[in-house]
């Protein structure tokens, strides 16, 4: 029977690593011919996830623990050194040292999502599976701004005559940035009492408000893919915000099914 850590660590590192080199993917596109060392240093990390990707695919869900535990630390020092890549393409950014298609806001949205992967390797070495309810409310209030983001880059990167769509990114950013001061608030009242029930109806809401979101960045998705909108968002690029949202709703059910077996 496949071991647990190891069938979590090889789902995590499937999802991020592919996440990452898109990541750079996207920022060498961003770059002006200027910044070829920026560029060259994008492919340096496409190359190294795309051979993390090739380590992966060669490993079993039976392998053994310690082999993973391993891998999990040489992924770990991937995701930290493109943490520090992105850190440094932002600081460029806001001291307008390069002049970028990359937004601030992006670049620092991205690295975040590097220290988030960084962050589930550490845990996961440390024998940290279940998530505790304090960790569900953070781990909500991290994927709640991701999603608040990705409705702001759709709403900026769609041209400005798609207005019925520029509107609907708008709505999706202001109803994910009240889940993100709800989060906050819940957070900080949690010490003082019970949350299990306020965290279930927490996941309900957030899982409706993510659901619609997915379902709208499919239709822009199949879209842009068949050109029938105009704007400046790379087919990729679409994909990669579907899957992340995908990604949160898969969460939830983690989320909501540890709930349910602390309950019993």
């Given at each position: 029977?496949?071991?647990?850590?190891?069938?979590r660590?090889?789902?995590?590192?499937?999802?991020?690593?592919?996440?990452?080199?898109?990541?750079?993917?996207?920022?060498?596109?961003?770059?002006?011919?200027?910044?070829?060392k920026?560029?060259?240093?994008?492919?340096?990390?496409?190359?190294?996830?795309?051979?993390?990707?090739?380590?992966?695919?060669?490993?079993s869900?039976?392998?053994?623990?310690?082999?993973?535990?391993?891998?999990?630390?040489?992924?770990?020092?991937?995701?930290?050194s493109?943490?520090?890549?992105?850190?440094?393409?932002?600081?460029?950014?806001?001291?307008?040292?390069i002049?970028?298609?990359?937004?601030?806001?992006?670049?620092?949205?991205?690295?975040?999502?590097?220290?988030?992967f960084?962050?589930?390797?550490?845990?996961?070495?440390?024998?940290?599976?279940?998530?505790?309810?304090?960790?569900?409310?953070?781990?909500?209030?991290?994927?709640?701004?991701i999603?608040?983001?990705?409705?702001?880059?759709?709403?900026?990167?769609?041209?400005?005559s798609?207005?019925?769509?520029?509107?609907?990114?708008?709505?999706?950013?202001?109803?994910?940035?009240?889940?993100?001061?709800?989060?906050?608030?819940?957070?900080?009242?949690?010490?003082?009492?019970?949350?299990?029930?306020?965290?279930?109806?927490?996941?309900?809401?957030?899982?409706?408000?993510?659901?619609?979101?997915?379902?709208?960045?499919?239709?822009?998705?199949?879209?842009?893919e068949?050109?029938?909108?105009?704007?400046?968002?790379?087919?990729?690029?679409?994909?990669?915000?579907?899957?992340?949202?995908?990604?949160?709703?898969?969460?939830?059910?983690?989320?909501?099914?540890?709930?349910?077996?602390?309950?019993?």
């Open positions: 029977m496949a071991n647990a850590f190891v069938l660590s090889l789902d995590e590192i499937r999802f991020w690593s592919r996440i990452m080199k898109e990541h750079a993917f996207f920022l060498s596109l961003g770059f002006s011919y200027n910044d070829s920026l560029i060259q240093e994008a492919q340096q990390f496409i190359t190294l996830f795309e051979r993390i990707e090739e380590q992966l695919s060669r490993l869900p039976n392998a053994d623990p310690e082999e993973i535990r391993n891998f999990n630390n040489q992924v770990y020092q991937a995701a930290a493109i943490w520090v890549y992105k850190r440094k393409v932002l600081g460029l950014v806001l001291r307008c040292e002049r970028s298609n990359n937004y601030a806001l992006l670049v620092d949205h991205i690295s975040r999502e590097a220290a988030y960084a962050n589930r390797l550490k845990e996961l070495n440390e024998g940290r599976m279940i998530p505790l309810p304090e960790a569900i409310i953070k781990e909500n209030v991290f994927f709640l701004k999603m608040a983001d990705h409705s702001k880059f759709i709403g900026h990167l769609l041209d400005p798609e207005r019925k769509l520029v509107e609907q990114a708008r709505e999706f950013s202001h109803d994910f940035d009240q889940l993100v001061f709800q989060a906050i608030d819940l957070d900080s009242m949690r010490p003082q009492s019970e949350t299990e029930p306020i965290l279930d109806q927490f996941l309900d809401q957030n899982r409706v408000s993510v659901v619609a979101l997915r379902d709208f960045k499919k239709t822009a998705r199949e879209l842009i068949a050109c029938k909108i105009k704007s400046n968002i790379h087919p990729l690029l679409a994909d990669h915000t579907f899957r992340e949202a995908e990604r949160f709703l898969s969460i939830i059910d983690m989320f909501e099914a540890s709930l349910t077996s602390g309950n019993q």
